[in-house]
C-alpha cells in the first residue's frame, strides 16, 4: 500500500474551482485513483478543510450553494483520518525545531514521517521552512505525473 499524507491546502483545491493550482491537485488525484494511493491525515484535515470552504463564503469568493457543492466532494474523497500520539509528539518536535508559531502543518509532517511517507502541501511558508532537512514534505506546484 502507497500512502501519501495531504493537508487541507491540497484537498480544498480539489472542491473549489478558483483554487490556484486545482489542476495539480486534480492530477494528483487522478494518480492516486490509478496507483493505489491511500490518503491520510491528522485529525485537525477535517476542521481546516471546512474553514478553508467557510472562509471563503465570509469573504465573497464562493455562494452557500458553491461551498455545499465543494464540501460535498469532499466528503467523498478518501482521506483516512489517523490519530497518532507518536504523530502528534513529532509534530511538536518539528514546530519547535522549524520555529513554527503553530502545529497544524507540523502535525502532517509527523504524521507522514511516521508511515514513511510523502507529505503534500500547498502551503508554501511551512514547505520552505522545512524543505531543506525533510525531504519527505512535497510542494503542491512541483506536482509532475506519478512514477510509482
Same mark, same amino acid.
Given at each position: 500500500m502507497i500512502f501519501q499524507c495531504v493537508d487541507a491546502s491540497v484537498s480544498v483545491k480539489w472542491a473549489v474551482e478558483d483554487a490556484p493550482f486545482?489542476? %495539480? #491537485?486534480? @492530477?494528483?488525484?487522478?494518480?492516486?485513483?490509478?496507483?493505489g494511493i491511500k490518503f491520510i491525515a491528522p485529525p485537525n484535515f477535517l476542521s481546516e478543510t471546512d474553514s478553508a470552504i467557510n472562509k471563503r463564503i465570509f469573504d465573497g469568493r464562493i455562494s452557500v450553494i458553491e461551498a $455545499?457543492? #465543494? +464540501?460535498?466532494?469532499? @466528503?467523498?474523497?478518501?482521506?483516512?483520518?489517523?490519530?497518532?500520539?507518536? &504523530?502528534?509528539?513529532?509534530? $511538536?518536535?518539528? #514546530?519547535?525545531?522549524?520555529?513554527?508559531?503553530?502545529? +497544524? @502543518? !507540523?502535525? +502532517? !509532517? /509527523?504524521? !507522514?514521517?511516521?508511515?514513511?511517507?510523502?507529505?503534500?502541501? &500547498? /502551503? %508554501? &511558508?511551512? +514547505?520552505? #521552512?522545512?524543505?531543506?532537512?525533510?525531504?519527505?514534505? $512535497?510542494?503542491l506546484p512541483d506536482y509532475s505525473k506519478a512514477k510509482y
Amino acid at each position: 500500500m502507497i500512502f501519501q499524507c495531504v493537508d487541507a491546502s491540497v484537498s480544498v483545491k480539489w472542491a473549489v474551482e478558483d483554487a490556484p493550482f486545482r489542476m %495539480k #491537485a486534480h @492530477d494528483f488525484l487522478k494518480d492516486a485513483g490509478i496507483y493505489g494511493i491511500k490518503f491520510i491525515a491528522p485529525p485537525n484535515f477535517l476542521s481546516e478543510t471546512d474553514s478553508a470552504i467557510n472562509k471563503r463564503i465570509f469573504d465573497g469568493r464562493i455562494s452557500v450553494i458553491e461551498a $455545499r457543492k #465543494a +464540501y460535498r466532494i469532499l @466528503d467523498t474523497i478518501p482521506v483516512e483520518i489517523i490519530n497518532s500520539f507518536d &504523530a502528534r509528539q513529532r509534530a $511538536r518536535e518539528i #514546530a519547535k525545531q522549524f520555529n513554527q508559531r503553530f502545529v +497544524y @502543518d !507540523a502535525n +502532517y !509532517a /509527523g504524521l !507522514a514521517e511516521l508511515y514513511n511517507c510523502e507529505f503534500w502541501t &500547498a /502551503g %508554501k &511558508a511551512f +514547505y520552505n #521552512a522545512v524543505k531543506t532537512e525533510l525531504k519527505y514534505v $512535497r510542494y503542491l506546484p512541483d506536482y509532475s505525473k506519478a512514477k510509482y
